[in-house]
């Protein structure tokens, strides 16, 4: 088991993996006690049976990423993960990269059928037929040296993966359905899936009060927390919770005397810079303009869902899901099936490859152009 640990390391394994297919690629970190990933290991494989490394950037604290970064940015060389959307992060802050291309196996199996967020170690036990130790799992990775054990794990996480892909890949050529996976990792590939904007950050808080002012002092707590939890590098709940914004919101406080009387707002935020920040968000939001007050988007809850013919679309998914032995939630969520049987229809399953395998005979179910009939054990479309 080798360890990388210097610049010039780095760059002689990239170097070689220049030349390969693909790389398999895997990354250990901690998010417990900072806003950002720490990242503590990298894991990298090359095909079949050639080399596998562990990276430390903690034991080589001078080392630069860029030779693996410039790695990234080779497009002859595809990055395989598995659920690669922490690992991408990580790599976006750290590096401003992004991998490309990028293949990801989690994607992948659930539109060859193996269902819905299928985990790592069930493909490994059902491709690779393989076990995978998964004791070493929440184990501290930021402490050094790590164990034998430790390093076993993090390089069965790309080396079983290579097979994994290689299966996925000849399965996704054989069906044709590369593009579908294409077009899922488009999210993953942007860059705005990483970005925290603190001024839309009131969106994640859930509320169900309809009061413009209300919101605008949730909208300015929460722009606060954002960027004061993004300079500090700290988690935003270490700032305060949800919960103590909330209540902050709706008691208003406009001194350190009325604060102190939160009971949700934790101790070290009462005074000092938090402080000072909290009621300076209050503030604002009391004084923000009616034009400008933040609005919920309640559309979904004022929707007229036909529930018989919500019924008759799950059916039709089913059907679906089981034909092109594709994950159900993949093709379309239980939400937008009911808001296809509202008349919504600038939906993600009425598009793209979604919009082939499901949405074509949604809409003709919906239009009364086509019926759903049990033949044997097996719902068959029948035109009207």
């Not at 309809?210 to 707590?221: D, H, M, Q, T």
């Not at 949700?264 to 303009?289: F, H, K, N, P, Q």
């Not at 609005?295 to 979904?300: A, M, N, S, W």
């Not at 008759?312 to 994950?327: D, I």
């Amino acid at each position: 088991m080798r360890t990388l640990t210097t610049t010039e390391e780095l760059a002689a394994y990239c170097q070689t993996a220049a030349t390969a297919p693909y790389i398999t690629v895997d990354t250990e970190f901690l998010r417990e006690r900072t806003y950002y990933s720490k990242l503590c290991l990298v894991q990298l494989a090359l095909p079949g049976d050639g080399e596998a490394v562990l990276v430390d950037p903690i034991l080589g604290e001078d080392m630069s990423l860029e030779p693996l970064y410039e790695l990234f940015r080779n497009r002859d060389v595809v990055k395989v993960f598995h659920a690669a959307r922490q690992d991408l992060e990580i790599f976006f802050v750290e590096g401003g990269v992004i991998p490309e291309p990028l293949f990801d196996t989690q994607v992948a199996a659930m539109v060859c059928g193996f269902g819905e967020q299928v985990g790592y170690e069930t493909l490994v036990k059902r491709i690779v037929k393989a076990q995978v130790d998964k004791s070493s799992r929440f184990t501290d990775w930021s402490r050094r040296p790590l164990t034998d054990a430790q390093k076993e794990y993090a390089l069965a996480d790309v080396t079983h993966l290579r097979v994994v892909y290689e299966y996925l890949a000849a399965e996704l050529a054989k069906t044709g359905r590369a593009p579908w996976v294409e077009e899922e990792l488009g999210v993953l590939l942007s860059p705005e899936t990483y970005v925290i904007h603190p001024d839309e950050a009131w969106k994640r808080v859930k509320t169900r009060t309809n009061s413009g002012r209300f919101l605008a002092i949730v909208r300015e707590l929460a722009r606060f927390r954002e960027g004061y939890a993004q300079a500090r590098n700290v988690p935003r709940n270490r700032v305060f919770k949800d919960d103590a914004l909330l209540e902050l919101a709706s008691t208003k406080p406009s001194n350190e005397k009325e604060l102190s009387r939160s009971r949700l707002l934790l101790r070290e935020a009462r005074r000092g810079e938090i402080a000072e920040g909290i009621l300076t968000a209050v503030s604002a939001g009391l004084e923000a303009d009616p034009e400008s007050f933040p609005k919920v988007d309640r559309r979904r809850e004022k929707l007229q869902v036909n529930p018989a013919l919500a019924d008759l679309l799950r059916v039709l998914l089913k059907a679906k899901g089981e034909r092109f032995n594709v994950a159900q939630r993949l093709i379309a969520s239980a939400a937008e099936l009911d808001e296809i049987a509202a008349g919504e229809r600038d939906i993600p399953a009425m598009k793209g490859w979604r919009r082939e395998v499901f949405g074509e005979d949604a809409l003709k179910l919906c239009e009364g152009r086509v019926a759903l009939a049990l033949k044997g054990e097996n719902v068959e479309i029948v035109a009207l």
